[in-house]
């Protein structure tokens, strides 16, 4: 039996100088189910800080895979760096554009929930463990059971706006 998707918008609206994923701000039961094999959940809801994180309705056993896949832009708050100064949005994986259209490498803070991933990338975490970086893209096997959390890299989350829309695929195991 083939794998399903489970669909999850996060966000508040900021918008990229690119559209934005054109199913962003839609939304379904307020209660998604629990996932077990196969799961299909679609929820919008506030971009959070990764220091707490969004639990997102899947609980995941040790060992099993996820693939995460994801799209969108949010923006962190001001930023002063010479070269990148102003409010730039960032993409799951931490790659940072200005309004005007000017590309600014990602940016690394030793203070922020995982140091050596790009400030206001889209992390992930199952339970209590370390945050990790899913960034576009990852295939991820659960260090540890408990629920799944995704969170964005950044220490300061009351000026975050944007939206990042993740697929997330609990593959077959059979």
């Known amino acids: 039996m083939p794998s399903v998707p489970a ?85 799951p994986s931490g790659n940072r554009i200005l309004p005007t259209g000017q590309s600014c490498p990602p940016k690394y803070d030793s203070n922020m929930p995982d140091p050596g991933a790009p400030v206001g990338a889209l992390l992930w975490r199952v339970g209590t463990g370390a945050w990790q970086l899913a960034g576009r893209s990852a295939h991820i096997s659960a260090p540890d059971s408990g629920p799944l959390y995704l969170g964005v890299n950044d220490d300061l989350p009351g000026d975050n706006s944007g939206d990042f829309v993740v697929i997330l695929t609990l593959p077959s195991s059979s």
């Open 7 to 91: 669909l999850i918008g996060t966000g508040t609206g900021a918008h990229p100088p690119t559209p934005s994923p054109s199913n962003a701000g839609q939304s379904s039961p307020a209660t998604p189910p629990p996932a077990r094999e196969h799961v299909q959940v679609w929820a919008t809801t506030p971009v959070t800080p990764a220091g707490g994180g969004q639990q997102e309705n899947i609980y995941l056993n040790s060992g099993q895979a996820l693939i995460i896949h994801a799209a969108g832009y949010i923006q962190y708050g001001y930023e002063g760096t010479p070269g990148c100064t102003g409010y730039p949005y960032v993409d």
